[in-house]
């Protein structure tokens, strides 16, 4: 497996190898200190499968260099590692097609763990982040003027009202079916039919959705 990460400060590229080794031992890691190498490095290296990248590289004009990126990379996973701590810029991320965001103040165990569920095909926010939603609410993260999705959560089942109660909880689906004693797959018809019901694109709205809707109930 190829992993390229993205990062101006050397101790940092230094200090993810012994915690990618974890994801493979025998993954080949490519280091770029600057945005303009790490798309060369991207064009030379189509087989890319996880990219994680700072965003506060010097050479970063803005956020849709991770869309550049992607369309560089279609095959591979990005994760933003960063000290940016302005949640709009983590949530726009995502929105731009980044797998998720962990914060430099991560441990490695955490850092791991994160990595592991984006190689699943999940996407991970630290809980912090659903707090905080959960603390101030986002609009932003939800189609532009649709105050609908917080009003069709009434429109859901029992079971899929508890689906996402789990998502706002940061759960995988492997998670989520282990603690209701459901099959993997039937967790994802659940998440599918929770996004058509919300008019959501995406899990992360979903979770952010019930946490900022949790403020205002106990439970879903």
């Given at each position: 497996m190829k992993i390229l990460t993205v990062d101006n400060h050397w101790v940092c590229r230094t200090g993810l190898r012994p915690v990618l080794a974890k994801l493979d031992p025998d993954a080949q890691v490519l280091e770029a200190e600057t945005y303009e190498k790490a798309l060369k490095l991207a064009s030379g290296n189509k087989d890319v499968k996880l990219v994680v990248m700072d965003l506060l590289l010097p050479d970063l004009r803005s956020l849709d260099a991770l869309r550049e990126m992607l369309g560089?990379?279609?095959?591979?996973?990005?994760v933003v590692f960063s000290t940016v701590e302005n949640r709009h810029d983590i949530l726009q991320a995502v929105e731009l097609g980044a797998a998720g965001f962990i914060p430099k103040t991560a441990d490695g165990?955490?850092?791991?763990?994160?990595?592991?569920?984006?190689?699943?095909?999940?996407?991970?926010?630290?809980?912090?982040l659903l707090k905080e939603s959960a603390r101030?609410?986002?609009?932003?993260?939800?189609?532009?003027?649709?105050?609908?999705?917080?009003?069709?959560?009434?429109?859901?089942?029992?079971?899929?009202?508890?689906?996402?109660?789990?998502?706002?909880?940061?759960?995988?689906?492997?998670?989520?079916?282990?603690?209701?004693?459901?099959?993997?797959?039937?967790?994802?018809?659940?998440?599918?039919?929770?996004?058509?019901?919300?008019?959501?694109?995406?899990?992360?709205?979903?979770?952010?959705?019930?946490?900022?809707?949790?403020?205002?109930?106990?439970?879903?």
């Open positions: 560089k990379l279609p095959q591979a996973s990005l165990e955490e850092i791991a763990k994160a990595l592991k569920l984006v190689l699943a095909g999940e996407i991970y926010l630290p809980r912090q101030k609410g986002n609009g932003a993260s939800f189609p532009p003027g649709d105050g609908a999705p917080r009003q069709a959560i009434s429109n859901l089942t029992a079971r899929q009202r508890q689906v996402l109660g789990h998502l706002a909880q940061g759960m995988t689906n492997t998670k989520i079916a282990t603690e209701l004693g459901l099959s993997e797959n039937t967790v994802r018809i659940h998440i599918s039919a929770i996004l058509r019901t919300l008019d959501l694109d995406n899990r992360t709205q979903a979770a952010l959705l019930a946490a900022e809707y949790l403020r205002g109930a106990n439970t879903l």
